[in-house]
């Protein structure tokens, strides 16, 4: 979601994270599949008076567009958390932006990139592989 001079609903600023209406909106919509999810999460955000951010993915990545004009790569920061990317401004940059994200699989930040192209920002997020943690026990 996007938010400008605003906490994100994913701040402790509005009390637990499930307490927030926006939260419980997008996880009312949870038993649906991914494409729905993510097509009804930035439904929410759009409804929320948020800037538009066009969420695709495959098998292998999620892809963020958004729109951020008006500031340079050097005064833009993102940050990944396990399954939350944060993006913000840094001190000192022509224009203030802010938004955090939240997927439903761990993001590999290793194999992600981001480009700044035009006052586009996109992010190629690459999902962290699941790696079986199944042992095979010999029987005496």
């Known amino acids: 979601m996007f938010f400008t001079t605003t906490p994100s609903p994913l701040s402790t600023g509005f009390g637990t994270a499930l307490d927030h209406p926006l939260r419980r ?3 009312a919509q949870a038993g649906r599949s991914a494409a729905d999810f993510i097509e009804k999460t930035v ?3 759009r409804a929320s008076g948020s800037t538009d951010a066009q969420i695709t993915q495959d098998e292998k990545q999620f892809t963020l567009v958004m729109d951020v004009p008006g500031i340079s790569k050097e005064h833009l920061g993102i940050r990944i ?5 944060r993006i913000d401004s840094k001190e000192g940059a022509p224009r203030q932006y802010r938004a955090a994200f939240e ?8 194999a992600s990139s981001a480009r700044l192209e035009n006052g586009v920002l996109s992010l190629s997020l690459a999902k962290v592989v699941p790696v079986s943690k199944v042992a095979e026990l010999a029987i005496s």
């Open 103 to 110: 997927f439903g699989q761990e993001i590999d930040s290793a």
């Open 81 to 85: 958390e396990g399954a939350v990317v």
């Open 25 to 27: 909106r997008i996880y």
């Open 43 to 45: 439904a929410a955000a």
